[in-house]
């Protein structure tokens, strides 16, 4: 009889890695998400980050991509997993906001600084869905590596529904 999956909610600035099981969720705008898959064990882990780099000051937290990235891989590899095993895929880094000039394109410069750390860090990115204008649901399956992503359509709010 095949086991049911657990289930874990993935908020901003998390890393969540098991041997167990588990369907990992989360809404992506213009952060990413980095889901990593042993496939030689067949386990794996996520991480959700919302800016692209450390610059040194404060907390070296996983709220920014080069940490969140690394910290990733090494939660791995204290399970057992071996980087050779590893591949990567990524979700998210959209444009969302509704301005005219978009100065900082987080959503975009989070999608590229992804695909740099994995390629510094020698991780395959073997499936990505980044960038547009759509946020994304995803679901990631940690026994299968299987992700699942709903766009989730932009809606305008009418005056009546702004009052509430």
Known sequence: MLESPKTYYLYPASIFASRELYH?????????????????????????????????????????????????????????SNKRDMVAKVFGGASVLDVSADLFNVGERNADQAMAELDALKVRVVASSVKGDRARKIIFNTFTGEVRQKYIEKRVLTNKENAR
């Open 24 to 80: 990992i969720t989360t809404l992506l705008g213009s952060c990413v998400a980095v889901c990593l898959y042993d496939r030689r064990q067949q386990f794996g882990a996520m991480n959700h980050f919302m800016l692209p780099f450390w610059n040194g000051n404060g907390l070296a937290s996983p709220k920014f991509g080069n940490i969140a990235i690394q910290q990733l891989v090494q939660k791995m590899e204290s399970l057992g």
